[in-house]
C-alpha cells in the first residue's frame, strides 16, 4: 500500500511512504465513540461509477488491495449493518473471529470476538443464511420496524430470538434510532456496508460520519447501480485519506 494523501494522522506516514499493517490500521482508526457512535459506510466502484460487476455481485470487482482495507474495517468495526437484499444477493453469512491481534483487543476491552451483523429489513425477513445459529461465529441482529406487522415481527423473533430484533420506526426504519439502539447495547463503532439503497437511507437520515470508498481500475459499462441508489439526498463529504496499490485507489470521506 502506497499513501498519496494524509489529513487523518500526519504523524504515521507522508505520501509517498509505502504502508505497513500497523500504520495501515492507525489511519483507518475509528474515532472516540465514549460519547456517540460513529456509522463508517464501505463501498467499492469501478471506474465507470458501477457497484457491482455484471453478475450483480461486488465480489466480481474486487482487488486483493480492497480485500486488505475490509478485513481491517470489519476487525475494527463492533457491528456490520447490511440491507437484508444485499445480505441475500451476496450471500452473507455469520461474520468470523476477527484477526488475532484484534480479537485478544476486542476481548481486552470487553467486546465480542466476532462483529455482529444488523440486518436492515422493513419486511422484516432475516435472510436464510444468516438464520441458522453457527458456533463460533457472531451473533445477527434484525433492525425493522412496526409497519411489518405482528405475523412476520413474531416470526422474526421466533428465527434470531426476541432480544436480538430491533424495532425502530412505525412504517420505515428509523436509521437515526436504529444507530442509537446500537451504540446502547455497546455497539458503537457501526461499518455499513450497503447495499446502495441502505447507503443512501444511511446519508438521509444524516448518520453517516465517513465514507470508505474503494475505486477499482475497471471499466464495466452495463446496468449496475451506483453506490447509492434512492431519491435524492445532499451530503458534503471531504478527502482525508487516500491509499494506492496497483491502481486501487482507497479513499476516507468524512463530514467536514
Known sequence: MRLLMNDIAPGVAAPGDLLDGRALERLYAYPDTTARAWTRANMVATLDGAAAGNDGR???INTPADLVVYTLLRDLADV??????????EGY?????????????AAAEGRTECPVTAVVSGAARVPPL???????????LLVTCAG???EALARARHTVGPERVIVAGDTGVDLSAAVAELRARGLPRVLCEGGPR??????AADVLDELCLTVVPRLTAGVEQRITVGAGVDRALVPRLVVERE??????WMRP
Open 58 to 60: 461486488t465480489a466480481s
Open 80 to 89: 456490520v449493518l447490511v440491507g437484508a437484499g444485499t445480505a441475500r444477493t
Open 148 to 150: 411489518a406487522g405482528g
Open 93 to 105: 453469512r455469520r461474520t468470523e473471529p476477527r484477526s488475532p491481534v484484534f480479537r485478544e483487543r
Open 247 to 252: 491502481g486501487t485507489l482507497l479513499h476516507r
Open 130 to 140: 444468516l438464520a441458522a445459529d453457527v458456533p463460533g461465529h457472531g451473533d445477527v
Open 198 to 203: 441502505l447507503l443512501r437511507d444511511v446519508a
